[in-house]
């Protein structure tokens, strides 16, 4: 399976700031996708980032709250922006390799106060 | 667009008993099936997969599946649970055109009492 290192792994942030998460892959994929998980929720689609172009928002996440850069085929980040404590959540990232299926990031564990 | 449902949201069980997770999901064309566990404090762990051929899988841990395509279901099964196998468990789907994006149910949380 794919290598993902995910960072940073956890943060406390104030609110009305923003964060920014790393994925790096260690190869070349097509798609990534970011997930959330809310406490004691399962993991919620957040986008799907193709390289080269805008990525794709699922319904009741918009591009100005999760902006996502995919500048390469091993690379994205994910931005929380203006956080409120409803952002308080684990956010992964994940990456599909054919037959073997999706790998996902350890995760980043953000609190918001 | 595809969902995924699984029935149970909460199962308590005592060890030695039998164990069957429900699972249901909505997509009208191919699909990957998966069944991931989470145990506390951990991070997603994959249990198996279902891809193509034999409709019974046989996953880590003692865990397997059926992939009932008429009924559009993916079961979790074990014959007998240990106090170990406490954990949420996400039964997730991914349909084979387009994206392929992974959609995952809203988890089964398991509670082995010793």
């Known amino acids: 399976s794919a290598v993902i290192s995910q960072k940073p792994s956890r943060d406390i942030c104030q609110r009305g700031t923003s964060l920014t998460i790393q994925c790096q892959v260690d190869?070349?994929?097509?798609?990534m996708f970011w997930y959330r998980q809310q406490p004691g929720q399962s993991l919620t689609l957040i986008a799907t980032?193709?390289?080269?172009?805008?990525?794709?928002?699922e319904s009741g996440f918009v591009i100005d709250k999760f902006p996502i850069s995919r500048p390469n085929l091993t690379f994205s980040t994910l931005t929380v922006s203006n956080m409120s404590p409803e952002d308080s959540s684990i956010y992964l990232c994940?990456?599909?390799?054919?037959?073997?299926?999706?790998?996902f990031g350890s995760g980043t564990r953000l609190t918001v106060v | 667009a595809q969902s995924v449902s699984q029935h149970n949201h909460h199962v308590i069980l005592s060890e030695a008993a039998s164990l069957e997770l429900g699972c249901n999901y909505s997509?009208?064309?191919?699909?990957?099936l998966f069944w991931y566990v989470q145990y506390p404090g951990q991070h997603l762990q994959l249990l198996l997969k279902?891809?193509?051929?034999?409709?019974l899988v046989k996953g880590i841990k003692g865990f397997e599946a059926e992939f009932i395509k008429s009924k559009f279901s993916f079961n979790l099964r074990k014959p007998s649970v240990q106090w170990s196998d406490t954990a949420e468990y996400f039964c997730?789907?991914?349909?084979?055109?387009?994206?392929?994006?992974?959609?995952f149910g809203q988890g089964t949380r398991l509670t082995i009492n010793p």
């Open positions: 997730a789907v991914n349909g084979l055109e387009g994206a392929q994006k992974l959609v």
């Open positions: 190869s070349q994929v097509t798609m």
């Open positions: 980032a193709n390289q080269g172009s805008e990525a794709t928002y």
């Open positions: 994940s990456v599909i390799r054919g037959l073997r299926g999706y790998t």
């Open positions: 997509y009208g064309g191919t699909v990957n």
């Open positions: 279902y891809f193509s051929g034999d409709p």
